[in-house]
């Protein structure tokens, strides 16, 4: 028995779409998996951030008073039995976890041992130098990659073996040393930036190709093979005999079909970038969270330190939320599956 189309066109758009209700069920159910694992990574992060701090060997009162004082100094029991009052180190561990959880869930990250402030007070104070600089680098990489791939994919074995090569050695390349480079090529050498970043946009512009050149590498990596396969692809055949040009095929067409392992990669990007402004920001002397967490962790200022962990995380959390959207607005065969 041989099953035939419908003459209906609307009866047989219904053989092949799914009712509504059923796939508004499984966006709803995809939205709570989401938030459900978003959940579970700030949990993780904020468990990993407050063992860290029990895990120290010593008193943490002891701590905090050689951290305030830079040297180690005899305390007596009162002096540290203020101090544990304090942040309440008196209670079992448990409970202490319970509060840094209930804090947390407040906003409250705690209070600095040597600035006696919040660290929401403290890192809401550098946050935004910080997201300028990771969005910028983002952006930039996003153009640099998109160039090269368009400019080499597909164009022969030596071009696009070439462009291939150079995806890989620039992804290899560390920040710390891509941006003394470039620092004493542009700033020294040649004059033409800051040496030290000040928080104006020609300041910004060789930190964020620091940490733009590497990541520009790893996404031009994904999205070179299906680059090179969507150019294989009926649409491009048909595109080209509707006589559109080819660079305007391979940007219309060609990239929307290959940017999706870019896309991904952009939200592990925000992370990975957030951690290299740790090494950029000390390079170029920009202020930052990375700043910040650098002279907390020598001067052993933990609630920073473990304020930053927080922060990082939840920042990573909200980024690949928004590249899950974007992935369904560039795919919309996602909302079927």
Do not use: C
């Not at 957030?274 to 002397?285: D, L, N, R």
């Amino acid at each position: 028995m041989t099953l035939t189309s419908s003459t209906d066109p609307a009866l047989d758009a219904g053989l092949t779409q799914a009712p509504p209700s059923r796939s508004a069920g499984r966006t709803a159910r995809r939205v709570l998996a989401r938030v459900a694992g978003a959940v579970v990574v700030l949990w993780g992060a904020a468990t990993v951030a407050f063992l860290a701090q029990v895990a120290l060997p010593g008193d943490r009162a002891t701590i905090i008073f050689n951290t305030r004082a830079g040297q180690p100094i005899e305390r007596t029991a009162e002096e540290l039995a203020a101090v544990n009052a304090q942040y309440g180190l008196q209670h079992p561990v448990l409970v202490q976890y319970l509060d840094h959880l209930r804090g947390l869930l407040h906003g409250d990250l705690g209070r600095s041992y040597q600035q006696y402030r919040p660290v929401t007070q403290i890192l809401g104070e550098q946050v935004g130098s910080t997201i300028v600089l990771t969005l910028a680098a983002i952006a930039l990489a996003w153009v640099v990659m998109v160039v090269w791939v368009t400019l080499t994919a597909g164009r022969g074995p030596r071009t696009s073996g070439l462009g291939a090569a150079l995806d890989t050695v620039t992804a290899a390349l560390p920040h710390y040393w891509l941006g003394i480079l470039l620092l004493l090529l542009f700033a020294q050498r040649l004059g033409w930036f800051p040496v030290i970043s000040d928080g104006g946009p020609v300041g910004l512009v060789l930190p964020a190709l620091t940490l733009a050149v590497p990541l520009a590498g790893f996404m031009g990596q994904a999205t070179r093979t299906e680059f090179e396969r969507a150019l294989e692809q009926p649409f491009v055949v048909s595109a080209r005999m509707r006589g559109q040009g080819d660079l305007g095929v391979r940007l219309r067409h060609v990239l929307r079909h290959s940017a999706l392992p870019a896309v991904t990669l952009s939200g592990w990007a925000l992370g990975a970038t957030i951690s290299g402004a740790v090494v950029v920001e000390s390079v170029f002397t920009r202020r930052g969270i990375g700043s910040v967490l650098v002279t907390a962790v020598n001067s052993q200022d933990l609630p920073i330190v473990t304020g930053v962990v927080v922060l990082v995380a939840a920042l990573y959390v909200v980024a690949n939320l928004v590249v899950d959207l974007v992935h369904h607005l560039l795919d919309p065969r996602l909302k079927a599956s």
